[in-house]
């Protein structure tokens, strides 16, 4: 009786045993089949990530070898080699601009390299924009530069006030007119002038000492108005376009204004023209830079950043008003514009005529106020 209860106790034991590792296994197999489970499924992710970034790679490898072998040229023309130039510094005024300081005037203004007297100033080679902007430097053939590309699309009236410019805005809806129809430039503090249907730029009020308020001499026509006093005028006029300009010798500058405005109130002597060289540069000197609309403002603050060669150009091409005729058709066809874009023999503007000879203290003022411009441009 005990023997066979021991025996079945034995038997019991055994067959939870048995049981027991059997559950073990089962448990153990299934643990596997996962482990194994997810491992395929790790190793399928990474092959797929590999084969993606390999296909993205790939792709983007071809696209930048296309894009890097376009040409952006037009049809019929050469691609252009990419010029890298250096940025032109900001017209921001920084203090006071006040003209050129009187200064001896050298006996022979010092030459660029290459340079003959006479010739135009060329600025280094790059890369030409698609169009011209014109920087109207007061008396130096501005209105006559006007009025060439007015004519060549249309108009064929003496373009002399804003409505003309609305006239042909009409007539030519998409070319970049120049100076007062150049209806793309802009300036910090452009607003009504005033004294006419046009707009003005206003000095700029980090200029110190300010010039009177509502006395004329603290604005200018924008068209007039130097760029390099402005940075946003300076801009308006360089993004889009290469701009060029015309310069003239600075005696005929300051005598064609004076016979055009003051000659009938002076009387045409040597004396009256040396009385008013007197006054009118003494009050140009002062804070009154913006004098009569521009008129006496030294043509360097036309041409180049901060009135200084040395910082830039603002006009990539300097023409000369005394070899205009061998300079302004080559300039147009080198930009590509029509034939009819072409230097005429009209005069828009006639001075009164006066004759004499300027006294020795005329020219020395004249001289000593616009050194710079004798400097800068060969004269």
Same mark, same amino acid.
């Given at each position: 009786?005990?023997?066979?209860?021991?025996?079945?106790?034995?038997?019991?034991?055994?067959?939870?045993?048995?049981?027991?590792?059997?559950?073990a296994i089962s448990t153990l197999r299934t643990?596997?089949?996962?482990?194994?489970?997810?491992?395929?499924?790790?190793?399928?992710?990474?092959?797929?990530?590999?084969?993606?970034?390999?296909?993205?790679?790939?792709?983007?490898?071809?696209?930048?070898?296309?894009?890097?072998? @376009?040409? !952006?040229?037009?049809?019929?023309?050469?691609?252009?080699?990419?010029?890298?130039?250096?940025?032109? /510094? %900001? +017209? *921001?005024?920084?203090?006071?601009?006040?003209?050129?300081?009187?200064?001896?005037?050298?006996?022979?203004?010092?030459?660029?390299?290459?340079?003959?007297?006479?010739?135009?100033?060329?600025?280094?080679?790059?890369?030409?924009?698609?169009?011209?902007?014109?920087?109207?430097?007061?008396?130096?053939?501005?209105?006559?530069?006007?009025?060439?590309?007015?004519?060549?699309?249309?108009?064929?009236?003496?373009?002399?006030?804003?409505?003309?410019?609305?006239?042909?805005?009409?007539?030519?809806?998409?070319?970049?007119?120049?100076?007062?129809?150049?209806?793309?430039?802009?300036?910090?503090?452009?607003?009504?002038?005033?004294?006419?249907g046009a707009d003005c730029c206003f000095i700029?009020?980090?200029?110190?000492?300010?010039?009177? @308020?509502? !006395?004329?001499?603290?604005?200018?026509?924008?068209?007039?108005?130097?760029?390099?006093?402005?940075? /946003? %005028? +300076? *801009?308006?006029?360089?993004?889009?376009?290469?701009?060029?300009?015309?310069?003239?010798?600075?005696?005929?500058?300051?005598?064609?204004?004076?016979?055009?405005?003051?000659?009938?109130?002076?009387?045409?002597?040597?004396?009256?023209?040396?009385?008013?060289?007197?006054?009118?540069?003494?009050?140009?000197?002062?804070?009154?830079?913006?004098?009569?609309?521009?008129?006496?403002?030294?043509q360097v603050f036309y041409a180049f950043y901060?009135?200084?060669?040395?910082?830039?150009?603002?006009?990539?091409?300097?023409?000369?008003?005394?070899?205009?005729?061998?300079?302004?058709?080559?300039?147009?066809?080198?930009?590509?514009?029509?034939?009819?874009?072409?230097?005429?023999?009209?005069?828009?503007?006639?001075?009164?005529?006066?004759?004499?000879?300027?006294?020795?203290?005329?020219?020395?003022?004249?001289?000593?106020?616009?050194?710079?411009?004798?400097?800068?441009?060969?004269?």
């Amino acid at each position: 009786m005990g023997e066979t209860r021991s025996r079945a106790r034995h038997e019991k034991t055994r067959r939870n045993r048995k049981i027991e590792n059997s559950a073990a296994i089962s448990t153990l197999r299934t643990r596997v089949v996962v482990c194994a489970s997810l491992v395929l499924v790790a190793g399928a992710f990474l092959l797929s990530e590999v084969s993606l970034t390999s296909r993205v790679r790939t792709w983007a490898g071809v696209m930048l070898e296309k894009s890097s072998s @376009k040409s !952006t040229f037009l049809p019929g023309t050469q691609p252009s080699p990419v010029v890298e130039t250096p940025a032109p /510094q %900001l +017209a *921001t005024v920084t203090q006071a601009p006040q003209v050129p300081s009187p200064v001896a005037t050298p006996t022979e203004a010092p030459k660029e390299r290459g340079e003959v007297q006479g010739a135009p100033i060329e600025a280094a080679p790059r890369a030409l924009k698609s169009c011209l902007s014109f920087v109207h430097i007061p008396k130096a053939g501005g209105s006559n530069i006007e009025g060439i590309i007015a004519r060549a699309y249309g108009y064929n009236q003496v373009v002399e006030n804003p409505g003309d410019c609305i006239s042909m805005r009409k007539i030519e809806k998409d070319v970049r007119f120049w100076g007062m129809c150049d209806d793309r430039l802009r300036c910090e503090t452009k607003k009504h002038c005033g004294w006419s249907g046009a707009d003005c730029c206003f000095i700029n009020k980090s200029f110190e000492p300010q010039p009177p @308020k509502n !006395t004329g001499v603290d604005r200018c026509s924008f068209w007039h108005f130097p760029p390099a006093w402005d940075s /946003q %005028l +300076a *801009t308006t006029y360089t993004q889009e376009c290469d701009a060029f300009c015309v310069v003239r010798e600075p005696v005929s500058r300051y005598l064609s204004h004076w016979r055009w405005r003051h000659l009938q109130k002076t009387g045409c002597s040597a004396e009256a023209l040396e009385k008013f060289t007197k006054e009118k540069l003494a009050k140009a000197q002062g804070n009154e830079y913006l004098l009569e609309d521009c008129h006496f403002t030294p043509q360097v603050f036309y041409a180049f950043y901060n009135g200084n060669p040395a910082n830039g150009r603002i006009c990539q091409h300097i023409l000369k008003l005394e070899n205009l005729h061998q300079e302004f058709d080559p300039l147009m066809k080198k930009y590509g514009y029509p034939d009819k874009v072409k230097l005429g023999k009209s005069k828009s503007r006639a001075s009164h005529g006066c004759s004499i000879t300027p006294t020795e203290e005329t020219l020395r003022l004249i001289k000593e106020y616009y050194a710079e411009d004798f400097k800068a441009f060969g004269y």
